[in-house]
Structure formats: C-alpha cells, structure tokens
C-alpha cells in the first residue's frame, strides 16, 4: 500500500480508515439494484453514496484512505487530495485481508474498514471502533443482510476472511463462529444497513431524509419507488 507510507501521518494519527470503493461503472456496481434501476442509475446513486461517505468521514479523528478497485486516475481527480492504496487479491477476503494487514505493518495500532454504500453510517460509530480496538483485537458492526458494514483490527487475523461465502448471510454468523473458536477478543458493535435493494433505499429515506444521497433519490430516482410500490 505505497501510497499510505508516510512517516508525517504515522507520527500524527495511529488509526487508519479505509473506504472500500469500487470505480462505479454501470454494471459493475449495485447491481442488486438493477431492476428496478438502469445500470446507469445505479453507477450513479454508487457515486453519490461514495462522495457522501468520504466527505463524512473526512471529519473523522484518524487518516483517511480510499481502498480503491478500478482505475487510480479516475480516484485521483475525483477525490483530489486523499490517500489511495490498491485493492489486491482474489476475492472480497483476500483484499480487506491485504488492506488491514498493511495497515498495520505501516505502524497504525488501529485499521478499521468500511464500505462505500453507507452514506449515513454515523461517524460516531466509526470512531467507537477505533476506542474498542483499544481493548479488544477485532470489532465488527453488523448489516442487516448477514454481513457486516464495519470490521476493524489491532491485530491482524487472516482466518476471519479466508473461505468465506462473501454476499451472502451466512458471513457475519461464519465471521462469529471463527472468533469463537479462535477465542479472538472481539467486540460487536450496533448495526448499520447497506444499500443493496429497494427496500433498504426505502429505509434510508426514512431514516436519513437530509442527507444528499436521499435527495439525489427523490429527485432522480423517485419513478423507481413508484414502480416498486405498485408491482
């Protein structure tokens, strides 16, 4: 993770956020969305998640890194200013395995991971991670979905991400058991909810009204809603 070697931030911050973020391409991100959306809506609303996401997080107390899958130039000028690192491995594990692995080679004492279809995942939250990794080895902040929107580390542990069914519900519950029989110091923190289908774009608009990501919903994609509701 070239880009994150840097003395001047170790020496400043000992915890590090990565923003797990894919190049949104139409059909290559929210894919679960589509139908109701087009592959171009999709990339689209992915887009507006992802800005909301970093300028959140942003605010935050510790350095900030957009783990990125797609091409670097496109991150560079979008997102001018913030520290990139590659995403490298086989699968979705194999990656965050990489990231927080390197992370803390490069001296953070904390590596929390996130990903980038949570707009209003509250800050609050996040920095709750990093004052339990102080205590405890690994934290996890489930999804609805099975899975979880947060996993952070003060050690590193491959066996959490190593043959695990990704996308599905079985990987918070799979995550659990491997913690349990490794006897990890783990904590698990509140829940979130992704982004994944209409009826969670449904939730967040209840719950997140005044966030951008919503109003780009209302007025860009309220047709979609409509349709839903009346199949």
Not at 35 to 48: G, M, V
Not at 70 to 88: D, H, N, V
């Amino acid at each position: 993770m070239e880009a994150v070697d840097n003395p001047d931030c170790k020496t400043q911050k000992t915890a590090v956020l990565g923003i797990y973020a894919k190049q949104p391409l139409p059909g290559l991100v929210k894919t679960r969305l589509c139908p109701p959306l087009t592959k171009t809506e999709a990339a689209e609303l992915y887009l507006c998640s992802l800005r909301e996401t970093v300028q959140r997080m942003q605010r935050g107390s510790f350095e900030l890194v957009i783990c990125y899958a797609g091409e670097r130039q496109w991150f560079t000028e979008t997102f001018p200013g913030i520290t990139l690192s590659a995403q490298r491995g086989v699968d979705l594990g194999a990656r965050m395995a990489d990231s927080l692995n390197s992370f803390l080679h490069q001296g953070y004492r904390q590596a929390v991971l996130i990903g980038s279809d949570s707009p209003d995942l509250p800050l609050e939250l996040v920095e709750q991670a990093f004052v339990k990794l102080q205590q405890f080895e690994v934290v996890l902040a489930p999804a609805r979905d099975g899975g979880y929107v947060l996993i952070g580390e003060a050690i590193h542990r491959p066996e959490l991400f190593a043959t695990i069914q990704w996308s599905t519900a079985e990987v918070l519950p799979e995550t659990l058991r491997r913690i349990e029989a490794q006897g990890i110091a783990a904590k698990q923190l509140p829940g979130w909810e992704d982004l994944d289908d209409l009826e969670a774009l449904q939730r967040f608009l209840q719950r997140s009204p005044e966030t951008s990501t919503a109003s780009y919903l209302r007025q860009q994609l309220a047709h979609c809603f409509h349709a839903g509701t009346s199949s």
